[in-house]
């Protein structure tokens, strides 16, 4: 099934905004050739639309395909799709009110996902969504220790679903992370938050213990609403940076 076929109609623009979050996030360096980000499809909630097996930073809008909520391909077959579209068939399958999910091997999170005691937390603003710890997902837990740490079946999928539980993101033990979202802008955003807050947490390791903020201090949103002009702001710089319309 084509992208237009599958899209159909308001989620045409969808298609766009796709592409736009494969580039911008591609671009900006959180995307390597093996990370991918997805989005619900909003008029059928049990399938979601994915780019074939492709740099995310080289993604088309023909490059996007349709998935159902085992990480089969809706319609008739198509292109070599991404190996671990599973991560995201299993997060839409265990989260209704996730619209948007990227996995991706953040060079800034690795450390944290094999560290046996630093945890990713709260430290500076960019890093509201790490709460008082991100879990991390051990692939061996379950599935024992002869796995290439890649998610290959629906079944370990689901696994690393219920470890992110009701949060934004996960790691994955010595592989990388996922973060779900609202919509593929809160995603973006989130991703690049994660990325900052992990650096930031790094860099503050060298220099001693930190002030730690108020929960009343990261509670409160940058923005006075979430789809406020502050988000258009950064979707439009974003967009920009990574050469695509916003």
Same mark, same amino acid.
């Given at each position: 099934?084509?992208?237009? &076929?599958?899209?159909?109609?308001?989620?045409?623009?969808?298609?766009?905004?796709?592409?736009?979050?494969?580039?911008?996030?591609?671009?900006?360096? %959180?995307? @390597?050739?093996?990370?991918?980000?997805?989005?619900?499809?909003?008029?059928?909630? &049990?399938?979601?639309?994915?780019?074939?097996?492709?740099?995310?930073?080289? %993604?088309?809008?023909?490059?996007?395909?349709?998935?159902? =909520? @085992?990480?089969? %391909?809706?319609?008739?077959?198509?292109?070599?799709?991404?190996?671990?579209?599973?991560?995201? $068939? $299993? !997060?839409?399958? &265990?989260?209704?009110?996730? /619209?948007? !999910?990227?996995?991706?091997?953040?060079?800034?999170? =690795?450390?944290?996902?094999?560290?046996?005691?630093?945890?990713?937390?709260?430290?500076?603003?960019?890093? +509201?969504?790490? #709460?008082?710890? %991100?879990?991390?997902?051990?692939? $061996?837990?379950?599935?024992?220790?002869?796995?290439?740490?890649?998610?290959?079946?629906?079944?370990? #999928? *689901?696994?690393?679903?219920?470890?992110?539980?009701?949060?934004?993101?996960?790691?994955?033990?010595?592989? #990388?992370?996922?973060? $779900?979202?609202?919509?593929?802008?809160?995603?973006?955003?989130?991703? =690049?938050?994660?990325?900052?807050?992990?650096?930031?947490?790094?860099?503050?390791?060298?220099? /001693?213990?930190?002030? *730690?903020?108020?929960?009343?201090? =990261?509670?409160?949103?940058?923005?006075?609403?979430?789809?406020?002009?502050?988000?258009? +702001?950064?979707?439009? *710089?974003?967009?920009? *940076?990574?050469?695509?319309?916003?």
């Amino acid at each position: 099934m084509s992208a237009d &076929e599958a899209a159909g109609g308001p989620s045409g623009r969808l298609v766009d905004e796709l592409v736009a979050a494969n580039r911008i996030l591609g671009h900006e360096g %959180v995307l @390597d050739a093996y990370g991918h980000v997805s989005v619900r499809h909003p008029e059928h909630p &049990e399938w979601f639309l994915l780019s074939r097996a492709r740099s995310p930073e080289y %993604v088309e809008a023909a490059d996007i395909m349709t998935f159902d =909520l @085992d990480g089969a %391909v809706v319609g008739d077959g198509g292109p070599v799709p991404y190996i671990e579209r599973f991560i995201h $068939a $299993a !997060v839409y399958g &265990e989260r209704p009110d996730v /619209g948007a !999910v990227c996995h991706n091997h953040a060079l800034a999170i =690795l450390p944290f996902s094999i560290a046996r005691e630093a945890t990713l937390h709260r430290t500076i603003n960019a890093a +509201r969504l790490f #709460g008082d710890g %991100v879990p991390v997902w051990d692939i $061996a837990d379950e599935f024992g220790t002869s796995t290439d740490l890649l998610v290959r079946s629906i079944d370990q #999928g *689901r696994a690393l679903a219920r470890r992110l539980g009701a949060g934004p993101v996960a790691l994955m033990r010595g592989h #990388g992370s996922v973060v $779900a979202g609202e919509d593929l802008v809160s995603v973006v955003r989130a991703c =690049l938050d994660m990325e900052r807050g992990a650096r930031a947490q790094v860099d503050l390791l060298a220099l /001693g213990p930190p002030v *730690r903020p108020t929960d009343a201090e =990261l509670a409160a949103p940058p923005d006075p609403s979430p789809g406020g002009p502050g988000r258009d +702001r950064e979707w439009e *710089r974003l967009c920009r *940076r990574a050469g695509v319309a916003s």
